[in-house]
């Protein structure tokens, strides 16, 4: 075995990265040369041709939806900035909207990063730039005032700093197991109104179960429960409601279910063997195509529909992989099945995963990851919130992310040291926040433009489901 550093030689590693990233230089936005547009349309590529222009319309909607959307052009251009040399499996897309509560697979709550479709070897400071970066944008969204969010962009780093300070004197067991639940949410909340927002937000995620969605997505037809056509957010891929091209679809319902069936029986081999026994008390009812997020849209996603012989239901959702954004402005080794990159990635950065989380290789070669579609998964609702209960989620924010990088990095201590005890690196971080603010705004103002000329098909969701009114 290798023989492990002691701490003092790590602080020294830590403190030493300095030497050629200083902590001020993290305010540069990096290689913002490009061309939005063009960056855009390569993200698009193989992606459902028509739903491509539903992913720009819900790009269209807000400087922050785009943002959301455009993973690829912040990648882009963090890759032209300096960074510690501190490298590991990152989330990718860590912007405020893609941390959330969810269940456990021994139904405790916790409060954890839910996305990683983009997770791959990266620095560590891309994914603090890219939530300092959402807290800027959604701020402005908001009409917030630069001194509000000034404060909770440093309230999340500076959080992220005191956690990450507090994990590299934790052991390697004891970091391994420690999780952000709504309980300790609840104890630390810095004001009655956050804490009656957690409990609230608690109380919600309890009720979201599959068993609540089952009525509210399909219906009961000859002994069967057959999920209901809802285009374009929820369709079948073979008949009349298709959104899928003649390259794209099967030919019927029965050559596209056994497709399925091999890909999901090596899905299976992934999981352990519990699990698998798990599943099989469930039976196949029904599967249909589901559009999700908004940097999702028009990727392959499909819902699986069992039940067990109670009449309970069990939903999985079917995601498909594709290369990260951050591998491809990042290079470095990692898993060539893209599936088992976001499962990987997903059980080492977050505290607990999903019980179903599985990783396998679809039709046409694509690859997929299979989790829950929904359990107990509760999102924030950032644009209800006061300045007040909006510092107090980028504080939860900035302690969910910081507990996800010294878990999966085992170099807390290195990070920490690195950091430092002052306010440098929160100072350099809200820096580029407004400034990459700034860059979002410009990029934004191209993307719409683009949209007007047509360059850009871009379509809302109720103007897709108008087509199929009658």
């Known amino acids: 075995m290798a023989e492990i550093p002691n701490l003092e030689t790590r602080q020294t590693a830590g403190r030493a990265a300095r030497k050629n990233a200083k902590r001020s230089m993290h305010a540069k936005v990096g290689n913002v040369d490009r061309d939005p547009i063009a960056l855009l349309q390569q993200n698009s590529a193989g992606r ?29 251009d963090l890759s032209g900035t300096v960074n510690s040399g501190i490298v590991f499996p990152i989330c990718g897309d860590a912007h405020l909207m893609n941390f959330g509560g969810f269940a ?10 839910n996305d990683f479709d983009e997770v791959a070897v990266g620095p560590w400071e891309w ?11 959604a701020g402005q969204h908001m009409g917030i005032g630069r001194g509000p969010i000034s404060e909770f962009i440093a309230t999340a780093v500076r959080e992220y700093c005191d956690r990450m300070r507090e994990y590299s004197e934790y052991s390697t067991l004891d970091l391994w197991h420690e999780i952000v639940t709504f309980e300790r949410m609840i104890e630390s909340a810095e004001s009655e109104d956050g804490r009656r927002a957690i409990i609230k937000a608690k109380e919600k995620a309890e009720g979201r179960t599959s068993e609540s969605m089952l009525t509210k997505m399909a219906a009961q ?12 957010a929820l369709f079948h891929p073979v008949g009349p409601n298709t959104l899928l091209g003649k390259h794209e679809a099967w030919s019927n319902t029965q050559a596209w279910e056994n497709k399925l069936a091999a890909a999901f029986d090596a899905y299976l081999d992934t999981l352990s063997p519990e699990r698998r026994a798990l599943v099989g008390q469930f039976a196949l009812q029904d599967v249909a195509f589901k559009v999700v997020g908004v940097g999702s849209v028009g990727t392959f996603c499909l819902v699986m529909l069992l039940i067990d012989s109670h009449g309970k239901p069990l939903f999985l959702q079917v995601k498909q992989a594709r290369e990260s954004v951050i ?13 088992q990159r976001v499962v990987t990635g997903q059980r080492l950065l977050q505290a607990a995963s999903d ?18 579609l929904r359990d107990m998964k509760i999102s924030a609702e950032v644009e209800r919130m006061d300045n007040n209960l909006l510092k107090g989620y980028a504080r939860l924010c900035g302690w969910a992310l910081a507990r996800a990088h010294a ?9 920490s040291a690195y950091m430092g005890n002052g306010d ?21 103002e191209t993307f719409i433009k683009a949209c007007r000329s047509r360059k850009l098909e871009a379509r809302s969701d109720e103007d897709m489901a108008a087509d199929f009114r009658v």
């Open 355 to 372: 019980a179903f989380l599985g990783w396998t290789t679809g039709p046409a070669n694509r690859y997929f990851y299979i989790r829950q």
């Open 424 to 444: 440098r690196f929160a100072e350099a971080l809200t820096e580029y926040a407004f400034a990459y603010a700034e860059q979002n705004e410009k990029d934004y």
């Open 104 to 113: 456990t697979p021994e139904r405790q709550l916790v409060f954890d990063l």
């Open 327 to 339: 591998a491809q402005h990042f290079t470095a080794d990692g898993l060539a099945h893209q599936g």
């Open 48 to 76: 459902v041709d028509a739903l491509i222009p539903l992913r720009y319309g819900r790009m269209s909607v807000s400087p922050f939806t785009f943002f959301r959307g455009s993973a690829i052009l912040q990648a882009h």
């Open 127 to 137: 994914d603090v730039k890219r939530l300092s970066a959402s807290l800027a944008i």
């Open 407 to 415: 878990k999966a990095s085992g170099k807390a201590v290195e990070i």
């Open 221 to 232: 037809m000859d002994g069967q429960w057959v999920l209901q056509d809802a285009p374009p």
